[in-house]
């Protein structure tokens, strides 16, 4: 088995392919993290390379299946696992076939597994449109936290600031310690590193917080109660940032 | 900040309101937000997803995407059906416009909310009580420039020149048929008439053709949907999907929900008194994704006076009744034919006939493409080969079987019951 060990960014991962085709060694393994290697195994560690990967990324562009690039830096906003390995398969069988659109030949296991892997991140953006929810802070702010299981942070902003526009407010990703920042007029991306965030809410927050719940429970039709298909819609792990679900939490 | 709070008591909903006026405004089905992308405006606050976004789930596992509440519950109707009928002793309340108005833009501030479903009970008079809902939603509109989705209630037999105004400012309007047939809504329903509902539902339906026809209009920019209460009355399920398919044709809806009768009040002698089950209403919706989606006719789905076997879904129960259909090669048959075949839905056809441009598929390929292959293999041949049975016994067995198994992955015991018992023999699980 071959494995690739790399930093993890977009550039190293353009160049990891460039080796692995001018190498003539395509790897089964792509990672930015140790391996436990067994009998056999070689394990290359790759350097960035810029000028590698630009040739990668010419290459890229010129490919007849359409929005390679675009998917790519979507794809690398995943927290799965093998994301690298997926996305790696994936651009070699673009690669192999330059002339043929095959995005959409579903019957290649690397095509429907890179589908997926993008098929996640979106489904997860689109929750998280939802099920985000926003306190107000005693300066007039609103803030929201949240745990995703990919980086999307960035990608959610453009939809609140649309619709939030007159309303200054941060996006926390507490798994990553990212925060994106929206003061009414710009956007802006800070990371956390190891510090606390702090916020003091308005007095106002808990009445809100009583009056949604209330809502919760009301608009619920008792002799209908279908908890398996609400879990289905709501599984438990969004529970935590969710007013009407925190009381559930505790009883669970 | 005293200030401020101080206010904030006067004009904001009270808890004991709140649950008042929601849980009268619960059995409206209807919660969705998609249909319409109006966008915000300059210093105004929301905007409408197409797509809709639901923002949390109750726990009988219905999506929460507005705030669904009534202006007032107090009724001057008796209908046999309503939780909120004259005649029954319910708390009752009422909110004013502007107090609407501030809970749904602090809820919507929060992400809580897509909008709002505001709906009412007939106060007084029908033109009355239309009013007010107007008055709401233009002061949401206009005073808060609120550009998120609202979906309104229209009160039968109100002034047209009401509800076609009402039209102008909200994304979706519905008035409720109710019932399944005129007999049913005179019996149950003497109040309102059959009429008064569908009149301006058609009024609805023409202008909206009208302003869609000049450009992107905004008159009702996610259209008319319409709700009934299904086992409530006698109608038969072939009736039912009838009457869905015909509002469909005549009015444009975008939807028509149906809502399982609860007993919502004390004993009536013309209600039944247990609630229908819910999978008659789930079935009841696939007929109608079947008619919406599939290419499906209500004629060929079911007959008049049938019912959708509760065992297995509408399009399994057509597929059966149909053997000179089947079966259907994988590799050549078009999109429309695909989707007909059970276990295969719009997903997997998408991924089929694209994936076939590239070579011929086989069962190995569909599995991963996620194809029901349990209950699509007796119905599919892949480059001429068959895996399923003719026998039209087993094959009903099996879609029972995969239809009441939820739960595919049991643990097996020695005291298993027959049924798993047997699909382990058979080799289904």
Known sequence: ?252 | MFFKSFCWVFIMLDYQRLKILTESAKYDVSCSSSGSSRRNTPKGIGNAEISGICHSFTEDGRCISLLKILLTNKCAYDCQYCVNRRSNDVPRAEASPEEICELVINFYRRNMIEGLFLSSAVDQNPDNTMEKLLETVIRLRKLHRFNGYIHLKGIPSADQKLIMRAGEYVDRMSFNVELPSERSLKLLAPQKSKAGILLPMDLMAKERRQATSIRYSKFLPAGQTTQMIVGASPESDGHIVRLTQGLYRKFSLKRVYFSSYVPTNDFNPSLPTVPVGLLREHRLYQADWLMRFYGFTAEELLDENENIPEGYDPKCHWALKHPEFFPVEINTAPPEVLVRVPGIGFRSAYKIVNARRYGKLDFEHLAKMRVVLKRARNFITCKGKFLGTENQLIIKNTLLLTATDSEPFTQLSLFSNDEIKRSVLIGEI
């Open chain 1, 1 to 252: 088995m071959t494995t690739y060990i790399f930093n993890g960014s977009k550039i190293g991962l353009l160049t990891c392919i460039f080796d692995a085709y001018y190498e003539k060694r395509i790897p089964n393994l792509i990672t930015d993290k140790p391996v436990q290697s067994g009998f056999g195994d070689v394990v290359y560690e790759i350097e960035n390379d810029l000028e590698k990967a630009e040739r990668v990324k010419n290459c890229l562009k010129g490919v007849a299946t359409p929005n390679v690039l675009k998917d790519l830096n979507l794809a690398l906003k995943s927290g799965q696992e093998n994301k690298f390995t997926v996305i790696f398969n994936y651009l070699k069988a673009v690669i192999d076939n330059k002339r043929i659109d095959v995005s959409k030949n579903f019957a290649d296991q690397r095509i429907l597994a890179f589908c997926d892997l993008l098929k996640k991140i979106t489904n997860e953006i689109h929750r998280f449109k939802g099920f985000i929810r926003f306190e107000e802070s005693r300066d007039g702010y609103f803030y929201a936290h949240y745990t995703p299981e990919n980086d999307i942070t960035w990608l959610l902003m453009p939809h609140f600031t649309a619709r939030l526009a007159d309303q200054a407010f941060i996006i926390h990703d507490t798994k990553r310690n990212v925060l994106a920042l929206y003061d009414g007029q710009s956007v802006r991306q800070v990371d956390g590193g190891d510090g606390i965030v702090t916020v003091y809410l308005s007095d106002e927050e808990v009445n809100f917080r009583k009056l949604w719940q209330t809502y919760y429970d009301s608009v619920n039709i008792k002799e209908r109660k279908n908890h398996r298909l609400m879990k289905s819609f709501l599984p438990i792990k969004f529970w935590k940032n969710l007013p009407e679900k925190c009381v559930d939490i505790a009883n669970f």
